[in-house]
């Protein structure tokens, strides 16, 4: 006879391909219902841009297909974004379930334009993101997200973020008199100004912060570490050697700074020719990669440098607005699968650690 316990001892034997432990456990099946022969169930996945969910649902309906006598197998693929623990506790935000750092070893390697694209594709999907531009000197969120007005207060007056294309924003930029205004602050200011962004700032309940951050190893980066218990920090450089060598003291960094790395990402990879579709690589290939090798931290993708994508940076309209059926916008779908998918590993990583009676590990500077 078809009962539940049966149905749960079948999908036993499907395991998350990222966490490494079986679903059942995991608690991501939910809801069964059991009509004669047939099954009916939901698949809770940890991100709704879960880069493995057509494997774990072909895994699902081979296991629950050998149990004899079943019929139709109906699954829904759902999805609860799991928190870091770190975010719930003393250094998190309300409301907030990760956080994640987009960084960079040096400027001109579109960071902000991964940061931008990587956050509509999350928004896409369907989870609650917001994007936090922390590069109080350069901010250029506003340009490449279209939106040039100054935020709302709240009674309390605490500031109301803004919204574009699905996502919540804030930016010093959106306070600034004139776009051509220079920030002229020493540290002290840098970080009185994130302490405000990440605390006076009405983000509600999201799924995702992701932080772009200034290049280097500075005050921003500092200031974020200290005041913030950051779920994970994603590399972007570009493919050259010297990018890698810069790029790797970013990441040596936070792991001094005992910030999980979720990974590497590979921007201009190859240029596509709009003309005859011919990839050409400008900025060699395969750094990304070969510095993930030598790291020992995953590789989270390649993005080329695309005509369209860079225009779409101008006038504030990310890529995945401007033509969602484009290759590049694909890109990056994979892209923010991938780090959607690192986090979620992290967030499971430090609530089994709190789980198992083992400290989380304490941020010191001197």
């Known amino acids: 006879m078809l009962t539940e316990q049966v149905v749960l001892q079948a999908l036993s034997a499907v395991k998350d391909p990222e966490l490494g432990k079986d679903l059942v456990s995991l608690k991501m099946i939910r809801d069964i219902r059991i009509d004669g022969s047939d099954v009916s169930l939901e698949v809770v996945l940890t991100t709704p841009a879960c880069p493995l969910k057509g494997e774990i649902e072909q895994a699902c309906r081979e296991a629950l297909s050998r149990i004899p006598g079943v019929g139709r197998i109906t699954l829904q693929m759902g999805w609860n974004v799991m928190a870091s623990h770190g975010m719930t506790g003393q250094g998190g935000i309300p409301g907030i379930k990760n956080s994640v750092a987009i960084a960079s070893g040096k400027g001109g390697v579109g960071k902000s334009t991964v940061s931008?694209?990587?956050?509509?594709?999350?928004?896409?999907?369907?989870?609650?993101?917001?994007?936090?531009?922390?590069?109080?000197?350069?901010?250029?969120?506003?340009?490449?997200?279209?939106?040039?007005?100054?935020?709302?207060?709240d009674r309390d007056q605490r500031i109301l973020p803004l919204e574009a294309h699905g996502v919540k924003l804030m930016?010093?930029?959106?306070?600034?008199?004139?776009?051509?205004?220079?920030?002229?602050?020493?540290?002290?200011m840098i970080a009185k100004a994130?302490?405000?962004?990440?605390?006076?700032?009405?983000?509600?309940?999201?799924?995702?912060?992701l932080i772009d951050l200034p290049?280097?190893?500075g005050d921003a980066q500092l200031t974020?570490?200290?005041?913030?218990?950051i779920s994970g920090v994603a590399i972007v450089m570009t493919p050259q050697d010297v990018a890698m060598t810069i790029a790797s003291k970013v990441l040596v960094m936070f792991r001094q700074m005992n910030v999980p790395i979720l990974g590497i990402i590979e921007n201009m990879s190859t240029f596509i020719c709009p003309a005859c579709g011919g990839e050409s690589q400008i900025f060699s290939h395969g750094g990304g990669r070969k510095?993930?090798?030598?790291?020992?931290?995953?590789?989270?993708?390649?993005?080329?440098?695309?005509l369209e994508l860079c225009e779409g940076g101008d006038d504030g309209r990310p890529?995945?607005?401007?033509?969602?059926?484009?290759p590049i916008a694909d890109?990056?779908?994979?892209?923010a699968g991938n780090l959607a998918g690192r986090v979620s590993v992290e967030a499971f990583n430090s609530q089994s650690q709190v789980a198992s009676g083992q400290p989380l590990p304490i941020i010191t500077i001197r």
């Open 319 to 326: 890529i995945l607005v401007r033509n969602p059926r484009s």
């Open 224 to 229: 974020l570490s200290q005041s913030l218990n």
């Open 331 to 335: 890109v990056f779908r994979r892209v």
């Open 171 to 188: 930016s010093l930029g959106f306070l600034l008199p004139d776009p051509d205004t220079p920030v002229i602050w020493r540290g002290p």
């Open 194 to 209: 994130l302490n405000q962004f990440l605390r006076d700032v009405v983000w509600g309940d999201l799924d995702y912060l």
């Open 291 to 306: 510095a993930s090798e030598r790291l020992q931290t995953p590789f989270l993708g390649e993005i080329p440098l695309d």
């Open 116 to 153: 931008v694209n990587v956050a509509v594709a999350l928004a896409e999907a369907g989870a609650r993101v917001g994007l936090l531009d922390a590069d109080i000197y350069g901010p250029s969120i506003p340009v490449m997200m279209g939106v040039r007005r100054a935020p709302d207060m």
């Open 215 to 217: 290049p280097g190893t």
